[in-house]
């Protein structure tokens, strides 16, 4: 298991270097200059040369990455240019934000999506397969700024069930912080639910019709527990490779999510960075999210050898 993991972390290591070329050269083809905006309106030519010998601007472009790759392995991230904050700082504050909508989200898409794709393959062709077909085709096809919306405007604004945006800190009142963020993870969590439903069944679906199965049934135990032990246990990894992505994907793209509900996470965080040329944060932001890709992608893996023997063997 040791030279497995071993094995993936060396894989990654390049994949991540390559990463921060492409997000730094990309970063430079980005149209204006954070240090005009910095420098106020009169834009003094001495203060506009400070602040590029005080960021390093001046220096050639492969020195520049050397430097960020450099500060970048030591936990040094760069300085905000807007707020003059640590990079690290800003995304340690931003990050358990959009964490804990990622989790929440997910609670609702493996708890929705998981047992419909089971149900859905075990009664296929019946009724019951039909509508959890056009509920999860419903789910792809509903934007969620829309969705947003509608229930803000219903359960918020009509009914008042629940609080229409904003944030509390879960380690401050536990409580309201769920309630401030059942809605936007009900959101994001229908469209992930639609697409693990449609994994789910398809691998159900493959499982459903092996010789391991038949033998199952043959020996007459429980329908319930051919399927939940012998079936879905063997479907498990085409949907645990998904949910990986699927989390870290979260991470990455709740920008529209988070600007609806008005929550001060990473999302709102790249948003504002990206309008305000602050280049830093956002090198900072698209490092810090590849990485985190990598790190499910890798647990992911891990996760394969846990819950397959065989691979467990080879491993």
Same mark, same amino acid.
């Given at each position: ?137 419903? +789910? ?8 947003? %919306?509608?229930?803000? !405007? &219903?359960?918020? /604004?009509?009914?008042? #069930? =629940? ?120 090198? +900072? ?8 890709? %990598?790190?499910?992608? !890798? &647990?992911?893996? /891990?996760?394969?050898? #846990? =819950? ?8």
């Amino acid at each position: 298991m040791l030279s497995f993991i071993l094995r993936r972390v060396l894989i990654a290591i390049p994949t991540i270097l390559l990463i921060s070329v492409f997000v730094f050269s990309l970063q430079k083809l980005l149209p204006g200059d954070p240090i005009l905006a910095m420098a106020g309106e009169e834009r003094d030519p001495e203060v506009i040369e400070f602040l590029r010998e005080k960021y390093r601007l001046n220096d050639p472009v492969p020195v520049q990455y050397l430097n960020w790759v450099g500060n970048a392995l030591q936990g040094d991230l760069g300085i905000s240019l807007r707020t003059n904050q640590p990079v690290l700082e800003l995304i340690g504050e931003k990050l358990p934000v959009t964490i804990q909508l990622a989790a929440m989200a997910m609670i609702f898409a493996m708890g929705i999506g998981i047992p419909a794709g089971i149900l859905s393959a075990v009664r296929k062709g019946t009724m019951t397969d039909y509508i959890a077909n056009i509920v999860a085709l419903s +789910g792809l096809s509903i934007p969620n700024f829309w969705l947003g %919306i509608m229930l803000i !405007l &219903l359960v918020s /604004v009509k009914w008042q #069930l =629940l609080p229409a945006s904003g944030y509390v800190p879960f380690a401050e009142d536990p409580w309201r912080s769920i309630q401030v963020m059942l809605m936007p993870a009900f959101v994001l969590g229908t469209a992930l639910a639609a697409t693990l439903m449609r994994h789910t069944r398809s691998a159900m679906l493959t499982v459903l019709t092996s010789d391991y199965v038949r033998t199952a049934r043959a020996k007459g135990l429980s329908e319930r527990k051919v399927i939940l032990k012998h079936a879905f246990r063997n479907a498990l990894t085409p949907i645990v490779t998904l949910s990986a992505l699927l989390f870290g994907e979260l991470i990455a793209g709740a920008v529209l999510t988070e600007q609806i509900f008005t929550i001060p996470g990473f999302g709102k965080m790249v948003v504002d960075a990206v309008f305000n040329r602050d280049y830093a944060v956002v090198q +900072g932001i698209v490092l810090v999210t590849a990485v985190g890709f %990598i790190v499910m992608n !890798l &647990l992911a893996d /891990v996760a394969y050898v #846990l =819950l397959n023997p065989r691979l467990r063997n080879e491993a």
